[in-house]
Nanobody, 122 residues
Framework: QVQLAESGGGLVQAGGFLILSCAAS????????MGWSRQAPGKERELVAA???????YYADSVKGRFTISRDNAKNTVYLQTNSLKPEDTAVYYC????????????????WGQGTQVTVSS
């Protein structure tokens, strides 16, 4: 089973940006669809972006046009570029993986990282 480790979270002012990274190990990275989800206090975990093994993408409406997911199969890494951040983007961001096909729901992903905190101040 693939292991995932996120990095890149932090504190940023509204309108700013962060680049989140997720390094994968223990599996054949190119076989996996990857995703980023987030969970704010008191709220359910939400899938915000996903990318298939071939590069097809999905975005939640809440982040469409502001966030970009990408992957580098040579580095076993998936990225989430987060632009125009808003206070409501504050959450713990988790990297996720599933074999083969892209998915658009949190429950479809079977492997998770420990998360990285993103805090957006107003």
């Amino acid at each position: 089973q693939v292991q995932l480790a996120e990095s890149g979270g932090g504190l940023v002012q509204a309108g700013g940006f962060l680049i989140l990274s997720c390094a994968a190990s223990g599996g054949t990275f190119s076989w996996y669809a990857m995703g980023w989800s987030r969970q704010a206090p008191g709220k359910e975990r939400e899938l915000v972006a996903a990318i298939s093994s071939s590069g097809g993408t999905y975005y939640a409406d809440s982040v469409k046009g502001r966030f970009t997911i990408s992957r580098d199969n040579a580095k076993n890494t998936v990225y989430l570029q987060t632009n125009s951040l808003k206070p409501e983007d504050t959450a713990v961001y988790y990297c996720a993986a599933r074999r083969f096909d892209i998915a658009t729901t949190v429950g479809a992903f079977g492997s998770w990282g420990q998360g990285t905190q993103v805090t957006v101040s107003s």
